[in-house]
């Protein structure tokens, strides 16, 4: 029994579909925590990085269309990512609901989404670290290739420095995983984030948490904004 089990209040007391938008920096741990929410609150989770992946594997011609402009080495424009998001959150499993990590990334992409939502409770959870334990906690990842295990200098060490527990794989470190790309790609975040926090601060969905403790303690600070938002009595149409 996972230490997600046990409930706190019973999910999703109320009939109106629920979106969960978790923002946060790279290595928040927003996959992290979108797995237990959507166990929790039975609504699937949706990652744009696995659907972008999905969608290029398949060859769909959504990705077909991602594909050139990848291949040109261009970003892939914000309609093409928003084509893709709406027609997943369309399948039959969404109806209820659904948790997105990964979108939005610019503000016209929320407002979008925001176009979309007829009769929806939105909680978007902020989850807040500090830069500096970001960087912390990514520069002492180790991931073995042998086995996939991950494991991590200083909040989980392996037995053995150097080797995976497992299969005693010596570790690979992540190419990219260099103090100025970190900081760059935080450098990157925080601009890209600011304007999409704003807007859902004003719109009086946004809930910030402190995503630097322990996983059980965000999730249950996660789940209690979350309860405490649906316990309001407004839904998001009736409210904006
Ligand atoms: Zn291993």
Not at 24 to 46: D, Q, V
Request: charged share 25%.
């Amino acid at each position: 029994m996972s230490f997600f089990s046990h409930s706190f209040v019973p999910a999703n007391p109320i009939d109106q579909p629920l979106v969960v938008i978790l923002l946060g920096p790279p290595g928040s741990g927003k996959g992290t925590h979108a797995k237990p929410l959507s166990e929790h609150f039975s609504i699937p989770h949706i990652s744009t990085g696995d659907l972008f992946r999905a969608h290029l594997e398949k060859k769909t011609p959504l990705g077909d269309q991602v594909q050139r402009y990848l291949d040109q080495g261009a970003l892939v424009p914000d309609d093409l990512v928003i084509d893709m998001l709406f027609s997943r959150i369309a399948e039959k499993d969404c109806k209820k609901g659904y948790i997105l990590d990964g979108f939005p990334r610019s503000l016209y992409q929320a407002e979008r989404l925001l176009s979309k939502m007829h009769d929806t409770k939105l909680a978007v959870i902020h989850l807040s670290v500090e830069d500096a334990v970001i960087t912390e906690r990514i520069l002492g990842r180790l991931l073995c290739k042998g086995c996939q295990t991950s494991f991590h200098e200083i909040f989980c060490p392996p037995k053995i420095c150097g080797v995976c527990d497992h299969c005693s794989t010596p570790f690979v470190k992540r190419s990219d995983d260099t103090k100025t790309i970190i900081n760059k790609r935080l450098q990157a975040y925080h601009q890209e984030i600011a304007p999409i926090v704003s807007f859902y601060t004003k719109k009086g969905c946004l809930f910030t948490i402190d995503a630097s403790g322990k996983k059980e303690e965000i999730f249950h600070d996660t789940i209690q904004e979350i309860n405490q938002h649906l316990a309001k009595e407004r839904s998001f149409s009736e409210a904006y």
